[in-house]
């Protein structure tokens, strides 16, 4: 230890004067993460240290966690800066007693598993054996007083407490040498990122211009997690935890980590994940799997870590499912979806079984003892039911640890899902059962879509919302759908250009540089290179495109056919609708795949084998290359929510370019839409709809069967007959008085208004 260092322990002098100036090297709070270790005392002495100086960098508690020969071992605490490089604390709890011999080895110890783990995840942090960031260590004991410390003043290792910390932080050495995008590479390394992005794929690259030169170089810009990613990966609460953000953001990457790291943490712990779209089934077991091998170094126990199905039936634990397990456990009732369907309607099959088997609970009663789980984490909240997540947050133990990641507007209805008090209900005494802290660990927000670039996610929501979409006389507007709640749109990183976002009011939204990075749009010339809107007079000319297009992606983009996802937005004429391109490419030796249908339906991606696919089995996949046909079925006078959602779930899939396709005079349509996107600079230019108008657009575009729809054309059909054949009398001067129909529109007009009545409930 320094001279100076042993004199501020021995003597108890600290030098505040000079403690104000070392602070001008520190610029920037610290942005912390804190996960979970044995030492909760000493660990939240740190985080206050680090919460009231300017240090900077990134503080890890409880994380990472490295393997070792002999098992996973955890860092009690690791800091990441750009000024000092790491420094690694050992935390000592209280005042639990060390010997300086212990004291050095176990900063050794740890120093050791650190570098041995940067090195080995990825060679670009090592110099022949030299690794490019410096590793500090320090034992932290904040109840120790001065005198305690001076025990050790003739180690040349640190130890410190509450008073001392400061100057001896300050005194670290600087990181010289500082390498271009090492700070980075270690940011990922200890993430585990590199590791658990892993998908296999090796790209042969000539061309530095290439579209996968592109895709390699984004894929590898975007290897770490921002902080809010990191935030709700490590820092877990005893209860519920919702996780929002827009599609893109990582919620699938997330809930996937931290199931691993709680499953490595607490190994006896019973977790489940589910999820709505099958086709994630194997994207989280890979996620989950490589994430506790590069932290533990051994396989999850897939025993008490279930990937598990939301409804699930009887034939082991690969048919199994949350709502199977609940009535299993909880001896209720169980109905299949053939069952279901007869009872509710396929629509509301889902939900009248969550419904029926809440109430046969309260009817019965229900014994908290007898629980599933001891954490659930569920995705794609958004397309299940509240019901289920009440249902899950009755599967599990006194600490209710519920995990529920949704998107705001991957549904993009008028309606977000309820709040938490709505959901999960009220105790007898009148307060909610579950209400989260807001801007807190309870409640995180992820603004930054990292998968969708600027122009093709501000076009996904314009032509999703129908922002740019000719106006509707009856109402006023073209939107199709929108938010009551205005603050969505800032929540999920629109800020506002011009206007007031508020109803009855223009406003112009755009994405900012921070809630959609630059990363694609730096390297091109136009944004339209990155998404286009292209109509077809038949479709014959589309498919042909279609398959011209992809061959030229493997053989002169050196794109991978695992790039590629082919999308029909209606998942009822997918299969047909595909075939013709499918076969095009057939005869030019290309293997595809039509994702579920040739393959398992767990199984989305096929090495070697373009995805073909419906728009609900491509919910939750990504690819670089997106082709969305057929794009002219989204455009009808009913539905239009609903199919402008598939076109909004498809445009999103893309991580780099799409490309919008379709037929006739209906493709037209969206393509002066895209066009007005483009004009506008890919902002959201609209007049705000009024409170009136956004309940007209709820009825108007509200979902409809197929034979509701049929039946609503045809009464409009006769009602157009009616009209013209009454045109035809009066320019004929057959003498036809209101009188004489006046019977037929007291009855009509009783039918509007008990209509209107029926659209206002």
């Not at 694609?520 to 339209?528: A, F, Q, S, Y």
């Amino acid at each position: 230890m320094t001279s100076f260092l042993r004199l501020m322990v021995s003597k108890k002098v600290f030098l505040f004067d000079f403690i104000g100036l070392l602070r001008v090297g520190f610029r920037k709070m610290t942005e912390i993460i804190k996960g979970t270790n044995q030492k909760p005392n000493a660990s939240d002495a740190l985080v206050e240290q680090f919460s009231k100086h300017d240090f900077g960098g990134v503080l890890y508690v409880g994380y990472p966690l490295i393997s070792t020969p002999h098992g996973k071992e955890g860092i009690d605490a690791v800091w990441i800066s750009e000024k000092k490089g790491l420094v690694i604390f050992n935390l000592l709890e209280g005042q639990t007693s060390i010997s300086i011999d212990d004291l050095e080895q176990n900063q050794d110890n740890s120093a050791i598993l650190l570098e041995s783990k940067l090195k080995t995840s990825d060679k670009r942090l090592s110099f022949k054996r030299k690794l490019l960031i410096p590793i500090h260590t320090l034992t932290f004991a904040p109840a120790y007083s001065s005198h305690q410390l001076s025990k050790y003043e003739d180690s040349e290792y640190f130890i410190a407490n509450s008073e001392n910390f400061y100057a001896i932080i300050s005194s670290i050495d600087e990181w010289a040498d500082k390498a271009e995008n090492v700070y980075e590479l270690v940011l990922s390394s200890l993430q585990n990122i590199s590791n658990v992005r892993a998908n296999g794929n090796t790209r042969s690259l000539t061309k530095e211009n290439s579209k996968g030169f592109k895709l390699k170089s984004l894929e590898d810009s975007i290897a770490t997690l921002d902080v809010r990613q990191s935030k709700a990966v490590i820092e877990t609460v005893n209860g519920v935890q919702r996780i929002r953000g827009l599609a893109g953001s990582g919620k699938t990457v997330i809930l996937a980590l931290k199931a691993a790291y709680i499953h490595a943490q607490h190994p006896d712990w019973k977790i489940a994940v589910t999820f709505n779209t099958r086709s994630l089934k194997g994207q989280l077991k890979k996620l989950i799997h490589n994430f506790t091998i590069a932290a533990a170094g051994e396989e999850p126990n897939w025993e008490n870590l279930k990937i598990i199905n939301a409804w699930g039936g009887a034939g082991g634990a690969d048919r199994s499912g949350l709502y199977y397990e609940f009535v299993s456990k909880k001896g209720l009732e169980y109905l299949d979806f053939g069952l279901a369907s007869k009872m509710y309607g396929s629509n509301l099959a889902f939900s009248g079984i969550c419904q029926k088997a809440l109430y046969d609970l309260s009817v019965k009663g229900n014994n908290e003892a007898n629980y599933l789980y001891d954490l659930i984490l569920v995705d794609e909240a958004q397309d299940f039911p509240p019901e289920f997540l009440k249902l899950c947050y009755l599967s599990l133990n006194e600490h209710k640890r519920l995990v529920y990641a949704y998107d705001e507007l991957q549904q993009l209805s008028s309606h977000s899902l309820p709040s938490p008090e709505e959901i999960f209900g009220k105790h007898p005494n009148g307060t909610p059962i579950v209400s989260l802290k807001p801007d807190s660990n309870e409640d995180i927000i992820l603004s930054t879509c990292y998968r969708n670039s600027r122009p093709v996610l501000a076009t996904a929501h314009a032509i999703g919302f129908g922002i740019y979409r000719k106006p509707n006389p009856r109402i006023g507007t073209g939107i199709v759908q929108m938010f009551q709640n205005k603050q969505l749109w800032r929540d999920v990183g629109y800020e506002i250009q011009d206007g007031v976002l508020d109803m009855g009011q223009h406003v112009r939204l755009a994405r900012t540089e921070k809630s959609s990075p630059r990363f694609l749009e730096e390297n091109i010339d136009t944004p339209t290179q990155l998404i286009e809107f292209i109509s077809f007079p038949t479709k014959e000319e589309q498919d042909q495109y279609v398959a011209n297009q992809i061959k030229k992606n493997l053989t002169e983009d050196e794109l991978l056919a695992e790039d590629i996802i082919v999308i029909n937005p209606h998942p009822l004429t997918a299969k047909n609708n595909l075939g013709a391109i499918r076969r095009m490419l057939f005869d030019s030796r290309v293997t595809t795949h039509f994702a579920g249908v040739d393959t398992s339906a767990d199984i989305f991606f096929n090495k070697g084998s373009i995805a073909f696919t419906g728009i609900y089995r491509a919910k939750g996949n990504e690819a670089g290359m997106v082709y969305v046909v057929n794009s002219d079925e989204c455009v009808s006078p009913a539905n239009q929510a609903t199919l402008r959602n598939r076109l909004f779930t498809a445009i999103t899939r893309s991580k780099a370019w799409v490309k919008v396709l379709g037929v006739g005079s209906s493709m037209d349509e969206l393509a002066m839409e895209f066009k007005q996107v483009v004009d506008n600079n890919f902002t959201l230019d609209f007049i705000y709809p009024t409170e009136k108008q956004i309940n007209d657009i709820a009825i108007i575009h509200r979902e409809m069967t197929r034979s509701v729809e049929n039946e609503v054309k045809q009464v409009n059909q006769s009602l157009d007959e009616a009209i013209e054949q009454l045109r035809k009398l009066q320019q004929g001067g057959t003498a036809v008085t209101r009188q004489d129909i006046d019977e037929k529109l007291h009855l009509l007009k009783g039918l509007f208004d008990s209509l209107d009545e029926y659209g206002k409930s």
